[in-house]
Structure formats: C-alpha cells, structure tokens
C-alpha cells in the first residue's frame, strides 16, 4: 500500500486544516526559536514537529473524544510517507501528547515501546506541539512573531508573543496552561507574554 505524505494524510482525514497549518506555523517558529537559543536538536526533529502539528487533529475523523489518541492510532496505522515505522510511531506519540494527559512509560502502551532517547525527543516536540495549539484559538491568525529570551542560569525560557495588530491581543490562557510539557522536556520553567511596542 502506498503511504500518503502527511499533507495528503490531513487532506484524507480533515476537513479543517486551517488550525494544522496554523499550528504547524507556530510550532515551527517555537522550534527554531528553542534550536537556537535553548537547546540544539537535529533538521530531521523538525521534519517529525511538521508532520505531527500538520496531523495533531486527524483522530477528529474518527471521534473528538479522545482525538488526540485516535490521531495517534490513525497515524501508526497508515504510516507517513518519508518516515520509517520508528519514526511514524514517534509523530504519533508527539500528537498523542498535544493534549490530555502527560506521557506516562508505565501506563501508555505505545509511548513505552520506545527508548529513553526517543521518549526524550517525544517530550520536547510535543511540548512545543501543545504550546503552538493552545496558542491558535482561533480561525484567524493573531500572531506575527513568536522569539525566546533564555536565562540560561535560572533556566528561565520567555515566550515573547508579537500579535499582528496591537489591538487584538489573542489569548494566552490555553497556550500557559499548555506549557506543562515543554518544561519537562527541555527542564526549565518559562513564561508566555507580549511582546512590548
């Protein structure tokens, strides 16, 4: 059977890819603000952010409750064209953990499969992951810019948020409540805010 690419997978199972592309958006810019200012991760990381922020939301086709882990499923499932079976079952656990709870190697399945280095890498892209969904409520694009001041010393990462028009300050609450994971992952504490005119 032919793979799909994971934009023909979003095409095939959603309806509503504005919110993907738009979390793809932000999670990459969080992902190139986090490689270069608060810890190095290889150019294929990237590749594994796109395809789970493109396909976070596929579980969708099958039920909103527990989306997150039917996207997970679909995913392992169908394969993505371009990634090995490993690499496939890792996209899957990062949109398994952009909602819900934390990974857990004793209780989720899937997620124990894998060894501590590609635990490791599921964290970290699934907090970036969770941080870019909560920061896109909405259907339209709020945000310009997102950039990352890091103390290194206090291990302190500052989201620094550039809305697109002063005016309309888009709502942070989801994306502070989501920052849970990324702090375990990358073992820092942060804080999201505007970025000031």
């Keep these: 059977m032919m793979k799909l690419s994971a934009k023909e997978l979003l095409n095939k199972f959603s309806n509503n890819d504005i919110h993907s592309q738009e979390v793809n958006r932000l999670a990459l810019m969080i992902f190139d603000e986090t490689n270069s200012k608060v810890f190095e991760m290889p150019a294929r990381y990237r590749e594994y952010l796109e395809a789970a922020s493109l396909l976070h939301d596929i579980g969708y086709h099958i039920d909103s409750k527990g989306h997150n882990k039917h996207s997970m499923n679909m995913i392992i499932e169908s394969?993505?064209?371009?990634?090995?079976e490993l690499e496939?079952?890792?996209i899957g656990c990062i949109c398994r953990y952009h909602r819900g709870g934390l990974p857990d190697k004793n209780e989720h399945e899937v997620y124990n499969t894998l060894d501590k280095k590609e635990r490791k890498i599921v964290k970290?892209?699934?907090?970036?992951?969770?941080?870019?969904?909560?920061?896109?409520?909405n259907e339209n694009s709020m945000i310009d810019n997102i950039s990352i001041n890091y103390n290194q010393d206090n291990k302190v990462v500052e989201f620094i948020i550039t809305p697109k028009i002063e005016e309309f300050l888009p709502d942070l609450s989801s994306a502070i409540r989501k920052r849970d994971?990324?702090?375990?992952?990358f073992k820092c504490q942060?804080?999201?805010k505007f970025a000031l005119s």
């Design 181 to 185: 994971l990324y702090e375990i992952g």
């Design 88 to 90: 496939t079952k890792i």
């Design 124 to 137: 970290r892209l699934a907090g970036i992951l969770k941080i870019a969904d909560g920061l896109a409520r």
């Design 190 to 192: 942060s804080v999201i």
């Design 79 to 84: 394969g993505i064209a371009g990634f090995t």
